[in-house]
């Protein structure tokens, strides 16, 4: 191989590599439907319906760092009143365990990105980093929490979304 043709190869290359990279960060702006929640022990065991069968969840990342998630289990029940506050205390306490949401600024960086918690249905959340591994795959991404204690167990819980056109 000829240094024209090394050249043109390794420019090829380093702009195809800063290319993915640039791609990578627009990739995760946008808004995202909830496709599945799977939850994963630290002894393995797998659950695919972490949410149930059909979750519902949205997820927008904004091009200046801003984000907003909210995912629902399946299958949640209406309150018997239209007033939240006064509903029946176990109402609202199911409501409360069958939904999440939170919003704040996020920081992206390649295969992990961090949410800085600003308001959250979990108080103990806000003023927080929520950190995510980040897996892309064609019109879908895949978020998975570090290892927390949920429902008295250690796990991972990995989000799947596919993105809105």
Known sequence: ??????FASLV???SLSSSGVAQSEKSLVGT???MSVKSTTVK???????????????TTFTSDGRMTLIMSDDGR??????????????????????????????????????F??????IQNWVNTDLTR???????????????TLKGNALQTI????????
Do not use: C
């Open 32 to 34: 995202w439907r909830l």
């Open 133 to 147: 591994s980040v897996t892309f795959h064609n019109d879908q991404v895949s978020l998975r929490t570090m290892t």
């Open 44 to 58: 393995g065991e797998v659950n695919p319906t972490a949410f149930g069968r059909s979750p519902t969840g949205f």
């Open 158 to 165: 990995e989000t799947t979304w596919e993105r809105l056109h």
């Open 77 to 114: 029940k209406p309150l018997s009143v239209v007033d939240r506050v006064s509903a029946p205390v176990e109402e609202r306490a199911q409501a409360f365990a069958t939904f999440v949401a939170y919003a704040g600024r996020y920081t992206f960086s390649g295969d992990t990105v961090v």
């Open 1 to 6: 191989m000829g240094r024209a043709q090394l």
């Open 116 to 121: 800085h918690v600003e308001a959250a249905s």
């Open 12 to 14: 090829l290359a380093i």
